[in-house]
């Protein structure tokens, strides 16, 4: 038993030392030597300020100008993640749906006249895993194109050809779904309008 | 459901198949002490570590001293994890200013990445100094992992020996597992995580102002050094509360490829590897099939159910997929697909909320963790849990036939058949337990978040997932809230369900450990009768099924009447609550 003891405790100092501070911290100075960019959260500059994170979602609630993020049960907190453990059988969620549904109809109908309840896709009315999750499905961007592109009076043409830029694919072609970016399309957005 | 979800689930288990046997046969040459393409690098390496460690490598161990070894070994690591969970607020790399983890937190907690559980009552980037992280919790990724690889082995080498009684050295094993194979697989993931965008940084947060004029704050850390172990280590406890569903955790779809392979990665190599020990690979295809048969049915069903919707969601006429608690980029059929690897294996990482999959998409990952995670199972944990399974298969066809039950030419006598009842049934009764004890008296009330039977399925998840060593939760249950804890700003669990998760964790990891190394001492160094006409074969697709069968009965008859109160209710019925 003393032998495995005295072992055990060497081992673990040895591990802490090794695994715990050499590996992490070497990994750090070669990634922030090599690869800052992304390991310092793939920061997004607009006018010169940062503005966010290529991977965070962020708010554009009641700014009909911008693309409109997934709801968020954390109100895109990216310091204090949570889910909303909104069950299956849980009334509240239906509630909530209802009500999500009910506004996004109200949001995009005026632009998009012959938008119904049916065809309100689903990832604009459920909350994420994340609470900031950074993009919004194809369908969901095709449906906004219209609104931005009335309010900021560009061609709907152009609209959804920035939608396309900012597409992710499926990864290989094969993994998750494809999926668009709000923030960095909302940059371009702003960017055409100066340009 | 769409062609590409299918197509995803197909493309996957074809790579995992042609991994299988180039890691497994890696795993074979390491721990049989051949050289592999590291030994020149590693090799002084690991002859420098035995000097320090004061370790004679070639000194083998009976299977007492080896669980031993385990169990002191493990006890330390507790002892450490918990000192560091406690001193944080005087210990370095601590930019947020976080103060001590309470005490029954902390105990949780340290059990829980010892076991490798990774259970979490606790919120990472609002609990938990970067120091932490690297120094406490994802050193015990490694060791947690290299503990349950090393006792996999030795049990492999209890059905291969066959002149002498020693299992191998614990701390031989140790030392290889972390060096030839967790490290250095770590070191390349991460190196690929941080180019995909997984954050690894010692900066204190960051807070600008966000392009629609708010203001939002990022936490950054050593995240994707720890990320890659908890994956690959089948650890899966989350540097940020939301686990792999953070994008700086899991950025893209890509990535979350590379997750979920990683995630089944060793514990699928380790049918291969046990078919090269024990001689005969297609020993380790019998396992390998019927492992993959039962995950592909779970991944079928989870995702056919979420395709098709929660009843929350069917009352409110939203059409499609239920999306509640998932990203976009992963959609349905990754989240699903990531759902089934991480609960077969005892991962316990999620990408998406477990609370909020559909009735029967949620029975899934409880399903797969009643098995008793033999599934692939957790690294090592999954392949020893499963042997057990197999002397159970074998011992119940003996009896069919009316012959004496005998595995890889070794007879299998009472003794073995106790021990092996004892380790089946452990963590199943350990379980039960715990459940009932929380939900019978008021203490396991205040854990519970959602009315109706989904409480009582968050309870029963709880408990399955700890005593499982699993980790992922219904994260409904949490506890209550402390919201305003002098330096925390995220939720603990109550004393009561801190203390009993630790039981069910600790439990849940060696009772089966003590068990199964006792099988294999007890059949290391029996003599080998050569296969007759009548001996069974366990090397056939029948065996398989068999094998599945014997899984399935255990677990339904144990789990069946509490599946009933939760999930079978709310999959048969369309009342919310």
Same mark, same amino acid.
């Given at each position: ?21 050499? +590996?992490?911290?070497?990994?750090? =100075? ?6 800052? =960019? ?20 962020? /708010? ?5 100008? +911008? ?7 954390? /109100? +895109? ?34 632009? /998009? ?26 369908? /969901? ?31 290989? =072609? ?22 | ?58 000194? @083998? ?33 601590? *930019? ?5 983890? *309470? ?202 159910? @979420? ?57 899934? *990952? ?91 399925? @968050? ?119």
């Amino acid at each position: 038993m003393r032998t495995e003891l005295r072992i055990s405790l060497i081992a673990i100092v040895l591990c802490t030392l090794v695994l715990g501070l050499a +590996y992490p911290l070497g990994l750090t =100075g070669i990634s922030q030597a090599v690869i800052s =960019g992304p390991a310092n959260g793939s920061l997004v500059h607009h006018n010169g300020h940062v503005v966010g994170s290529e991977l965070i979602g962020q /708010d554009f609630k009641n700014l009909p100008r +911008y693309f409109q993020s997934r709801p968020s049960q954390t /109100d +895109y907190s990216a310091n204090a993640t949570a889910f909303s453990n909104a069950g299956p059988n849980s009334a509240d969620l239906r509630d909530r749906l209802e009500a999500s549904a009910a506004a996004y109809l109200k949001r995009e109908r005026p632009f /998009d006249l012959t938008l119904t309840k049916t065809q309100v896709p689903g990832d604009a009315v459920f909350t994420t895993a994340s609470g900031v999750d950074p993009q919004i499905s194809v369908a /969901d961007a095709d449906i906004q194109a219209h609104r931005v592109a009335a309010v900021r009076h560009l061609s709907l043409a152009r609209v959804d050809a920035l939608v396309h830029e900012h597409t992710d694919g499926r990864a290989l =072609g094969i993994f998750g779904d494809p999926a668009v970016n709000v923030l960095t399309l909302n940059i371009a957005l702003d960017q055409e309008a100066t340009r | 459901m769409t062609f590409s979800g299918w197509a995803e689930i197909v493309v996957f288990v074809v790579v995992l198949t042609a991994l299988t046997p180039l890691i497994g046969g890696y795993m074979a040459r390491l721990f049989t002490g051949e050289r592999v393409f590291l030994s020149p690098i590693v090799g002084p390496i690991e002859r420098g570590t035995y000097r320090v460690l004061g370790v004679d490598a070639e000194q @083998e161990q009976d299977w007492k001293a080896y669980a031993r070894s385990v169990i002191v070994f493990s006890a330390i690591g507790f002892a450490s994890l918990y000192a560091i969970l406690r001193l944080q607020g005087s210990l370095p790399f601590n *930019p947020q200013g976080f103060g001590a983890v *309470p005490a029954d937190v902390s105990l949780n907690t340290a059990s829980s990445f010892v076991t490798n559980t990774n259970w979490q009552f606790y919120a990472g980037e609002t609990t938990v100094s970067n120091f932490t992280q690297m120094a406490g919790l994802a050193v015990h990724n490694f060791l947690s992992a290299a503990v349950g690889i090393a006792v996999c082995v030795a049990v492999i080498r209890g059905f291969a020996n066959r002149s002498i009684a020693t299992l191998g050295s614990f701390w031989v094993d140790l030392v290889r597992g972390l060096l030839y194979l967790l490290l250095p697989l770590s070191i390349l993931v991460a190196l690929f995580y941080v180019t995909q965008g997984v954050v690894q940084s010692l900066s204190p947060s960051d807070t600008f102002t966000t392009l629609a004029g708010g203001k939002q704050s990022l936490v950054l850390g050593p995240v994707a050094s720890q990320e890659s172990i908890k994956i690959l280590g089948t650890n899966g406890g989350g540097f940020y509360n939301v686990n792999s569903a953070m994008p700086f955790e899991n950025p893209t779809a890509l990535t979350n490829a590379v997750q979920m392979l990683s995630i089944l990665l060793i514990p699928a190599g380790l049918t291969a590897t046990f078919g090269r020990m024990v001689g005969s690979r297609r020993q380790g295809w019998t396992i390998y099939a019927a492992m993959l048969a039962m995950f592909v049915a779970g991944v079928a069903v989870l995702y056919a159910a @979420e395709a098709n919707g929660s009843a929350a969601q069917h009352a409110a006429g939203i059409l499609g997929g239920n999306l509640e608690g998932k990203d976009t980029r992963f959609g349905l059929g990754s989240s699903t697909l990531f759902a089934a690897a991480t609960t077969v294996a005892s991962c316990g990482a999620v990408n998406a909320a477990m609370e909020s999959l559909t009735a029967l998409g949620g029975a899934v *990952p409880m399903a797969n963790m009643m098995t008793g995670e033999v599934i692939f199972g957790g690294v090592g944990s999954g392949l020893y849990g499963m042997l057990l399974f197999v002397l159970l298969a074998v011992f119940l066809a003996g009896l069919m036939v009316g012959r004496t039950p005998e595995y890889l030419g070794k007879k299998i006598r009472a003794r073995e058949i106790k021990l092996t009842m004892a380790g089946t049934l452990a963590v199943p009764l350990l379980v039960l337990f715990a459940t009932a004890l929380s939900i019978a008296t008021k203490w396991g009330k205040p854990s519970i978040a959602a009315p109706g039977p989904q409480g009582f399925s @968050e309870t029963l998840y709880a408990y399955t997932s700890q005593g499982n060593n699993n980790g992922s939760a219904f994260a409904g249950f949490t506890g209550f809230v402390q919201p305003n804890a002098p330096g925390n700003t995220g939720s603990f669990g109550i004393t009561f369900a801190d203390i009993l998760g630790s039981v069910a964790m600790v439990g849940g990891r060696f009772l089966p450990i003590i068990a199964v190394l006792a099988v294999a001492g007890s059949l290391a160094g029996r003599r080998v009768t050569p296969a007759g006409p009548g001996t069974m074969r366990t090397d056939t697709p029948t065996f398989a099924a068999l094998l599945i069968a014997t899984i399935l009965l255990v677990a339904l008859l144990t789990f069946v009447p509490a599946l009933l109160l939760g999930p079978v209710v709310q999959s048969l019925s369309t009342t919310l609550f």
